[in-house]
């Protein structure tokens, strides 16, 4: 299912999710590189995503998720009353995220 991107950098991402039962996993990946970062060589990580979101319609309080290329964990947090994943936290350390629910 697609997730729906907001904020100011809503155009640069592409997220989906799947779910089958209990298992949930999503993916975000961003485009248009160019338009994110000034020089060639930078990534477009941490603040170049800052007051960027990704509604998670079906996120329930207290889930959290692994990043399974940073492992790092990822919960969610109220943004007009939808739950949802801040980007600048999910790629402050590598560009792409694939999530899986592990609570």
């Given amino acids: ?4 991107p907001s904020g100011e950098k809503a155009n640069n991402i592409v997220s989906f999710a799947r779910v089958n039962g209990e298992s949930r996993t999503i993916v975000i990946a961003p485009r248009f590189f ?4 000034i020089q060639p060589e930078d990534l ?7 007051g960027s979101f990704i509604s ?30 801040s980007l600048d936290k999910v790629l402050t350390n590598f560009p792409l995220a ?5 609570i």
Avoid at 34 to 37: C, E, K, M, P
Avoid at 58 to 76: K, P, W
């Fill in 56 to 85: 998670v319609p079906f996120a329930v309080s207290g889930e959290m998720y692994r990043n399974i290329f940073t492992g790092e964990l990822v919960d969610f947090i109220v943004n007009d009353n939808l739950p949802v994943i």
């Fill in 34 to 37: 160019s338009r994110l970062v």
């Fill in 44 to 50: 477009p990580l941490g603040k170049v995503w800052s």
């Fill in 98 to 102: 694939l999530l899986e629910r592990v």
């Fill in 1 to 4: 299912m697609p997730l729906e």
